[in-house]
């Protein structure tokens, strides 16, 4: 129970059967020199000639000459103290107004001094309320005093009133919008594990077929995963197909075929390559052979050249000798 103030938000509630009157008799009574006490003022029967009006909050007696003080949870009328209605508060004695509830507390019972607090769960957005609202589904309030209430977060739901916390969807499952009831199962290809608050995709090379799976499973070897939402499909007889395959892989054709998870060479490929080099050899004999006939050529031809140069040269006379002769020592 939270005690409130008379200044807790700051709202006074007027109660016109509360307001103070008090006056002074102005008429005698005929025949008697004193002035007879009325409601709202404070005087004797005996030898009084004036009568004197109550202090603020506090009531005449018509057995005693003395003004009453309202107790806690009342205010003061004119001849006596009246309670506080439903919704209202008034935690000191004495005084000549009830107070509204402020928002986020409540009173459901007459003469209250202290107005209670909203618990978690509840909420109260008017003054002087008599009770507290729960909150809605999809909705929820952590704490007490609450004016409003907040709407789950995605990935959370509350599918009954007056919630104090939003339960984070199990595995499997997610909250797509705020203030959700309920939470939906994963779509095919998808999953949520703990700790997440969304439905994630399965990765390439995984699939998950069912809903509202918590996990994706590895593609197996001999299979291939082309869509994450579907089971996997066996893998072609000429083809290979490892594990996480999204496709399957084939060996290229008439050169290569399967074996196991690999490609071999095909025989008619080992048959390709043996002519292929025996061709590439029979090519560069056929080269190195040419090379070396016109290498042959280019010799013979410059000797000819050299031989008929040669024959056409004229003799040349060295002390009477012609070039071609052996030099002969004639002395001096």
């Not at 984070?168 to 797509?176: F, Q, W």
Request: contains cysteine.
């Amino acid at each position: 129970m939270i005690v409130l103030g008379p200044a807790v938000g700051n709202h006074i509630h007027h109660i016109p059967a509360c307001s103070v009157r008090s006056q002074l008799l102005s008429t005698p009574v005929p025949g008697n020199s004193t002035w007879a006490p009325i409601i709202g003022t404070n005087c004797s029967s005996i030898n009084t000639s004036q009568c004197t009006a109550c202090p603020a909050g506090t009531f005449p007696s018509n057995d005693t000459e003395e003004c009453s003080c309202c107790t806690s949870g009342s205010c003061v009328n004119s001849s006596s103290c009246l309670s506080c209605p439903n919704g209202y508060y008034q935690p000191q004695s004495g005084q000549q107004l009830c107070l509204p509830c402020p928002q986020g507390f409540y009173t459901n019972a007459t003469q209250s001094s202290a107005c209670h607090s909203c618990q978690s769960g509840y909420y109260s957005n008017q003054t002087a309320s008599v009770g507290c609202e729960p909150c809605n589904k999809g909705f929820y309030s952590a704490h007490e005093n609450a004016t409003s209430c907040e709407p789950c977060p995605r990935g959370s739901y509350c599918n009954t009133t007056s919630c104090i916390t939003c339960p984070v969807c199990p595995n499997g499952e997610e909250a797509l919008a705020p203030g959700s009831t309920e939470c939906s199962l994963c779509r095919p290809g998808s999953y949520k594990e703990s700790g997440d608050h969304m439905c994630k995709f399965c990765q390439d090379g995984e699939y998950q077929s069912k809903w509202g799976a918590a996990n994706c499973n590895v593609c197996p070897e001999d299979h291939y995963c082309p869509s994450p939402d579907i089971n996997p499909i066996q893998c072609p007889e000429d083809a290979f197909c490892p594990e996480g395959s999204t496709e399957p892989s084939y060996c290229m054709e008439t050169f290569f075929r399967k074996a196991g998870d690999t490609c071999k060479i095909a025989p008619l490929t080992i048959i390709l390559l043996v002519i292929f080099c025996a061709c590439l050899i029979i090519l560069i004999l056929f080269a190195v052979r040419k090379q070396k006939a016109s290498v042959e050529r280019d010799v013979r031809r410059c000797s000819s050249k050299s031989r008929l140069l040669e024959s056409q040269r004229p003799p040349s006379y060295l002390y009477g000798v012609t070039h071609d002769t052996e030099p002969v020592y004639a002395g001096w």
